[in-house]
């Protein structure tokens, strides 16, 4: 691989991925202890009414994204809080309309759409600097989020009715989690593509759960975590000619299955 590492291409996408991950690392851990994995599912595929935005009125897709990934989430939260019954069957559905969205102005937009597929499975090698100036916007608007109310969004994880005893807003903070996750998840699309934007979302902080219990070091090690395994998946699919986003998630897959069983025998000894 360091033949290759004087390429621009292959500059941006290794700087993409500590990007991601560390945005993954951090909010991937809110998310897996709040157990929010199928909010998350949904946003990541309703954002794709946002790619399909970017593309009618002609106008770069992943803002688009951006925008719909948050607007679908904040309105996922609202329903999964104040909705008792059907809740997933309701986020459901409006994970689906989102998709429909975009398919339907994607095939109403003229012209070849040359980077669909990339939104679809991912294109880390061809992440351009403009977006990664973005990604380390929203790397910092999600780090100073975390930071301003960590404390605050471990009392909505772990006891939201103590958090409510203490007049601690839980449902806007829930919500400002969710706008995050929103964030997070239009970054990994460029990376791993939406169908498999959730498993590197939550694989890193379900690996480094196996072995630290504290949520700062869950945290870090995610972050450490997921660049070990975007760079190996980088590595492996440059060296055998695969797909580089299909490779990081199998390369984290793995290692989540591995983990898995060094803490069986950990715990057996």
């Known amino acids: 691989m360091p033949d290759i590492l004087k390429f621009e291409f292959m500059q941006n996408a290794i700087m993409a991925g500590v990007l991601v991950s560390i945005a993954c690392g951090i909010v991937g851990t809110f998310v897996v202890v709040n157990r929010i994995v199928f909010i998350s599912g949904g946003i990541a595929h309703a954002a794709y009414g946002g790619i399909g935005l970017g593309y009618f009125f002609g106008f770069n897709p992943f803002f688009g994204a951006i925008v719909f990934a948050v607007l679908s ?23 689906a309309i989102g998709m429909g969205i975009g398919i ?36 910092v608007i999600i780090v100073t989020m975390v930071c301003l109310f960590y404390k605050e969004l ?13 007049n601690i807003p839980v449902n806007g903070l829930y919500l400002m989690l969710i706008g995050a996750i929103a964030l997070t998840i239009v970054m990994v699309m460029q990376v791993v593509g939406l169908i498999m934007v959730i498993a590197l979302l939550t694989i890193p902080p379900a690996v480094a759960n196996q072995f630290v219990g504290e949520i700062k070091q869950m945290m870090i090690l995610s972050s450490i975590l997921g660049v070990v395994f975007i760079l190996t998946g980088l590595s492996l699919s440059y060296t055998f000619n695969l797909t580089s986003g299909a490779t990081i998630i199998v390369v984290s897959g793995l290692a989540y299955f591995v983990s898995l069983g060094i803490k069986y025998c950990h715990e057996k000894l």
């Open 73 to 95: 989430g904040l309105g996922m939260g609202l329903v999964e809080k104040n909705t008792k019954e059907r809740a997933d069957t309701i986020i459901g559905t409006m994970w």
């Open 104 to 139: 339907i102005l994607i095939d109403l937009t003229k012209g070849y759409k040359a980077n669909l597929m990339s939104y679809l499975f991912g294109s880390i090698l061809a992440v351009p600097k403009s977006d990664l100036l973005i990604m380390l916007i929203l790397d």
């Open 154 to 166: 471990l009392a909505i994880s772990f006891d939201p009715v103590f958090a409510t005893t203490r």
